[in-house]
């Protein structure tokens, strides 16, 4: 059974750091992307980072960009979510997710195919 553990998770001031991680069980996603997307409360799950199977191409959104920076390592099945100078809208719930089509790269939630839990991360100001 394939599986998505999200750790990391809490609660930061404003402008500071946080790193979530991703572990995957069930299956190798060497050859799959892998990325993060987050949640508040009455919106829809929006996109935040994609790293491709290789761990050479990353996307992000453009309000996370320049703080937020997604990794991987294939070894562990597992990929990260490095979060800096976190602001009050980062406030969310924060899930991973793996596209099981192999060598391809989207960043919409409807081409991934297996979800974590999600962990929450509360920024205050």
């Known amino acids: 059974q394939v599986q998505l553990v999200e750790s990391g998770g809490g609660l930061v001031q404003a402008g500071g750091s946080l790193r979530l991680s991703c572990a995957a069980s069930?299956?190798?996603?060497?050859?799959?992307?892998m990325g993060w997307f987050r949640q508040t409360p009455g919106k829809e799950r929006v996109f935040v980072a994609v790293i491709d199977w290789t761990g050479d191409r990353e996307y992000y959104a453009d309000s996370v960009k320049g703080r937020f920076t997604i990794s991987r390592d294939n070894a562990k099945n597992t990929v990260y979510l490095q979060m800096n100078d976190l602001k009050a809208e980062d406030t969310a719930v924060y899930y991973c997710?793996?596209?099981?089509?192999?060598?391809?790269?989207?960043?919409?939630?409807?081409?991934?195919?297996?979800w974590g839990q999600g962990t929450l991360v509360t920024v205050s100001a």
């Open positions: 997710a793996v596209d099981h089509k192999p060598y391809v790269v989207s960043t919409a939630s409807s081409a991934f195919d297996t």
């Open positions: 069930g299956r190798s996603f060497s050859r799959c992307a």
